[in-house]
């Protein structure tokens, strides 16, 4: 079932949940979750999952509140998720979310601390961001570090080195048990007005390249990486 559009590396990922829990019940913490709206379709097709999603941007939670209005599947939280988070989770989730986080080791201590026993998170970053043409992207990523200095947060984004960030995941105590990569450029633009059958092939397509190489040779044309860590 298609649960997101645009996104290889999210469909992935929601498929994991969805091959996981299936209609059990599951209480999943989405980290960086924006306005939340990547869940939209798979709530309707997963009635017995709650999500707990956080995030810095007050607007985005604001935006997500309104548009669940009424829905008690979802709970939004305006909350840095560089700080220990309240609750246990079966699952936790960070999508197109590392890049923009500053301080991983910290980020990490916050799915390590909100993890139940045995639980498995799913870690996703993009790459986009610092290969893309387009110049304004491309100067925002100096000056956002540059403001992140200085305590605004908010634009931040720095480019994920796969083996340090592997490190931090370890040291915080975390098994890796998967490495994903998603999203072959420049697909993934033009696909997103794609018709739902031709997304679907694009998807199966990089699944299967997924099972074919090595993440490290697929860096090289898909901008997407996910890391599955489980929790002892
Ligand atoms: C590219 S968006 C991804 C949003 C959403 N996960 C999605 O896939 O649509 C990155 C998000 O990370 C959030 N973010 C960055 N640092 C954060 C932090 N320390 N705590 C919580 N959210 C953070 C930003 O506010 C932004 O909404």
Known sequence: MLFEKGNAAKQWMLEELDRRYGKAPARILDLACGNGRIWERF??????????????????????????????????QHFDAQKLIDGVYDSVMAMSAIEHVVD???????????????GVAYLNYDSGHFRSNNVKERLMVPISQLLALFGAQGSYMKRVDD?????????????????????LYPLKGFMRAAEE?????????????????????????????????KKG
């Not at 999952?49 to 956080?54: D, E, K, N, Y």
């Not at 991983?104 to 045995?118: C, E, K």
């Not at 092939?201 to 599955?228: G, H, R």
């Open 43 to 76: 709530l309707k097709t997963h009635p017995n999952i709650r999500v707990t999603g956080i995030d810095s941007d007050e607007r985005a939670i604001l935006q997500g509140k309104t548009s669940y209005q009424g829905n008690t599947q979802i709970n939004l």
């Open 104 to 118: 991983h080791p910290a980020f990490l201590r916050t799915v390590w601390n909100a993890l139940s026993s045995g």
């Open 163 to 183: 083996k340090l960030f592997c490190d931090q995941i370890r040291k915080q105590g975390f098994n890796i048990t998967d490495i994903k990569k998603h999203n």
């Open 197 to 229: 059958e031709a997304v679907k092939t694009w998807y199966e397509f990089e699944n299967k390249l997924n099972q074919m190489y090595l993440p490290e040779e697929l860096e090289k044309v898909m901008w997407s990486t996910t890391v599955v860590v």
